[in-house]
């Protein structure tokens, strides 16, 4: 009884850190130097807590169940939570990976980096070959229409692949690395709760 109690917890423990992931989606704002669709929000931090502290699928899970729960509102026919979940799910599985090789401080302080640079990487192809394409064929947004938004920015920009590279890349890199510091900040305190263990 007691083996399925700890099979048990981190599936209880993702449930509830997704549900808190999908209230943080809302909790969104605009960066000045970046286009208006393109919002700031730390959702992925209850997805980088459950994935060092029960493990690097736990952390994708969240990062599904938040973006599930906010296909209900969604304004963007999907696709918006889809990228979410890409992104989220990469900067999690990365993170959780380096840091279950060896639970340290420091190595904790490698894998937020790891994962921060990781996500804006994968985040270059897959808003170059998946998530624009959907957003201009299921929400007939024209190509221009996307790159007048950057271009009202930085005028120069003359392609789309080059607005990804300059606007979002470090755009998820850096908050990924908001995300890590606060959980750098709050994980020892939650830790033991998010594990089950006596406070």
Avoid at 146 to 174: C, D, H, R, W
Wanted: charged content about 15%; overall charge positive; some cysteine.
């Amino acid at each position: 009884m007691e083996k399925k109690k700890i099979q048990l917890r981190p599936i209880v423990v993702s449930s509830i850190m997704g549900a808190l992931g999908a209230v943080f989606m809302f909790i969104e704002f605009s960066v000045p130097i970046m286009p208006e669709f393109i919002k700031f929000d730390i959702s992925e931090l209850p997805a980088l807590l459950t994935s060092f502290a029960c493990g690097p699928w736990y952390g994708v899970l969240v990062c599904l169940i938040k973006n599930l729960l906010h296909l209900f509102v969604t304004k963007t026919a999907g696709i918006g939570e889809l990228s979410n979940f890409l992104l989220g799910a990469v900067f999690a599985l990365l993170a959780g990976y380096i840091y279950k090789a060896k639970k340290t401080r420091k190595v904790a302080l490698i894998a937020s980096l790891v994962a921060s640079f990781g996500s804006a990487v994968f985040g270059l192809f897959t808003n170059y070959f998946l998530i624009y394409p959907m957003f201009m064929q299921v929400l007939g947004m024209p190509e221009e229409v996307l790159m007048g938004m950057y271009q009202k920015i930085m005028p120069s920009v003359e392609s789309l692949l080059a607005a990804i590279s300059i606007f979002n890349v470090p755009f998820t890199f850096v908050k990924g690395l908001i995300v890590s510091i606060i959980c750098f900040i709050i994980y020892k305190r939650l830790s033991p709760i998010l594990k089950g263990k006596k406070i």
